[in-house]
């Protein structure tokens, strides 16, 4: 289990998360990214490939090898960075029990 | 998922020779194949477009798609003649570790019809005609024991006895005891299955996770007490009278062969290649290597996920045409003509053998190191791995069908299901990534692709130069060595060249040390050191030793790899660091971006003029890439004198920074501090590197996985794949190399 937990400080590494998901990332954001991305298998969100570099299905990764993968119905994305926010998106609630862009407007 | 999956004899072939295709139905209903080139395997639309070309061969109609299975689970299998016949006092024994424990029942060693010794769910338990015995205590995972079973005739006793070993060693061992009385018992076991039993459908069944050790068979009652003694001693042993059978795993642990070290000389052999050479009952850090004292390693590790031949039944074998050039080609098997499903079954057709063909270049076609991950699982297993690509996991649908079919088998980069590392993998067994199109986990942002697929961009890049080359096989130079590269004037790596054999990284050694010509055009090449073995063909052993990037260690006192006894680990401990024959050594890795790199003062050498013929004097080169957006980066290699870099070495140019997911390698890492990261650490950086070598060679490389993502970018035509086709040129001119008198400033 992971020893940090997210709360409202971290907003700030949310927000330029959502600017910029893939590349250089702050120290503080990095760590939201490692709590989000680890070894919780409550938020293992993965994408399934429906067609390569065109289209993918949400889905859990179980944690015993072999089992199903469950697939998220009704979600579809065609863009990897739009899946990038929706997870992480989806992981803030499931780590903060809150929604993340209401958070967002709260702080504003 | 995946409809039709299959896998050849062969992954080297040479022109003439036939090809076996092995092929599964999951699903399809029937199949046609044809036979492809390989040329270029990415599918992103940013890249240079998927190719391959149709080879005018006729590989028959239509055929129906077989349904047939993968059956995991190693064990010994002792044919016992007719020694057992008859018995009806008795004992057998056996010493065992196990690793897992669930629901499953489990056979530690049994006589198929007659009596077994196992465990069923969490208690060991004992068979023999019906009569059932069970210990009531839970098994202890990890812990030595020892267990028995014995019945006399005279006192019609049935007894079951199991003994734990304490970790006190001062504390006196109690076995428990539980008895039946029975009226009479008579064997009529024709074999004997050591980890195992026999199922309904005739197949090994009820595997055992765990270590085995001196499993042993007795015409006579022997109490539990005289029975430790006795199995400690094996000369003692084998001089018992009842004695019928007893395994000494230690003898002849480089083979598939198990001794039999009673008269009666039971041999067996292994089924699905388990763990040999593994610490056994009596081992207390004596010593850690298994050659000076092997009877300390007289277990064997079994696995009910070892797998090894698939032995699936022939659906058609191919004849290669004797006037087909050498290349990477695919049986493509295309299930009820959806194209879109169709299956490659990738190999490398090869030189003709024993007669020089015309070409001075040659692709290394690295199958010890598709081998290594063939079938891997990493971001599925590992949750972790999704940090180290800094982005979301993709399945494509080879990764679906992993997740449907364990039982396929693993790669060197898996535990097992009792967390003990996977030490060996096979090809004969679909390797369903070693295929063009397919996506991966460590790809970088962009293309996303690896290994075989990741490779495809350099032989794409070399049909787009129209470079005449033959592909040879890691297997190949393992048993050809020099007489297969001094063909060469040149030899090219793919992106990943990352486990060699012994034989193999010296053969390329001194293929460069005579004058020949490397081009290493990736990253964290020439890194673990990986053994064949030459009763298994088609089986690789790793053994990751202390040190390097590892997703297990192979257990204290078993850093010596039983195919060969050598040395597990990396070859820079082991007298082979790869910097001294390409320049440069691991030194990060991170799968999310790559970065550019930036021209060195050595650029302007005039020894390396050649390099940059028609390429601009920009400072930043390869700011672009189907890898993660540059030319640096996945993993990447420094030069360092340190570790063995040439002298008279140029570092023509270093990427300059990496996000915060390159770390430090841990063989490099000694004390943990926070400042061994990609933004921070002038050390994590990769060095794109030239040096000539003493017999007028010479060597280039990139350091870097991502290099050949940007030989690909803008098909092939940017200032990356220029500098390669400069070197390649220059490389493939016989003209000699020779070291500079001093070392230019
Ligand atoms: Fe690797």
Known sequence: MSRYQLDQSDLQFAREFLADPVGYHSPGLQRVLNRMRGADWACKYVLVTQERHGRWLLGKMPRKRGSEIEIVEGVVYTDLLDAERDIFRRRWQDLTGNDLNLALQNAA | MLPIVAYTDKLSVAAGETLSVMASSFGAREYRADLRRIIQGDTNPEGPGYKDERIDLDLGGARKAVEKRFFPGSCVIVPAQRVLSGLSDFTIAAVVRPTLVDERERSIISLPGFARIGIDGEHFVAEAHGHRLEVKQPVNTGAWHVVSLSFSTETGSLTFAVSKDNEAASEDVKPLVQTAKVAGLRCDAKEVVIAASRGSDGRPAQFFDGKIDRPAIFGAEISHDALRRLLADFSQLARMRSLLAAWDFSVKMTTQTICDISPYQLHGRIHNAPARAMTGWLWKGQDLDWKKRPDLYSAIHFHSTDFYDAGWDVDF???????????????????????????????????????????????????????????????????????????????????????????????????????????????????????????????GFGSNVWQFNADTHILGWLDAIDQDYDVITDEDVHEEGMRLLGQYNVVITGTHPEYYTRNMIEALQGFTDRGGRLMYLGGNGFYWVVSFNEDMPGIMECRRSEAGIRPWEPGHGQFYHAFTGEYGGLWRRNGRPPNHLCGVGMTSQGFDICEPYYLAPAAKDPRVSFIFDGVSADAKIGDFGLAGGGAAGLEVDRADQSQGTPDHALVLASSTRHTDIYLMTPEDLLDPTPDWSGTQADIIRADLTFFETAGGGAVFSTGSIAWAGSMAWNSYDNEIARMTSNVLRRFNDPERFSIPEHKDS
Do not use: W
């Open chain 2, 317 to 443: 074998t191919v004849s290669l045409p004797d006037d087909l050039k050498s290349g990477v080609y695919a049986v493509r098997l295309v299930p009820d003509g959806d194209e879109e499903a169709a299956y490659y079954c990738v190999f490398a057709l090869r030189p003709p053998r024993g007669k020089p063909s015309r070409n001075t270049v040659a692709f290394l076609f690295p199958t010890c190191s598709y081998l290594a991950y063939a079938n891997h699982r990493l971001a599925m297993d590992v949750p972790g791995t999704e940090i180290g690509m800094g982005r979301v996991v993709e399945l494509d649908r080879h990764h679906m069908f992993l997740q449907s079919n364990p039982g396929i088998g693993f790669s060197v980069y898996e535990t097992h299901d009792d967390e003990s590392g996977v030490f060996h993998s096979s090809r004969l067994r679909p390797i369903v990534d070693l295929q063009p199109k397919v996506k991966s986990f460590l790809g």
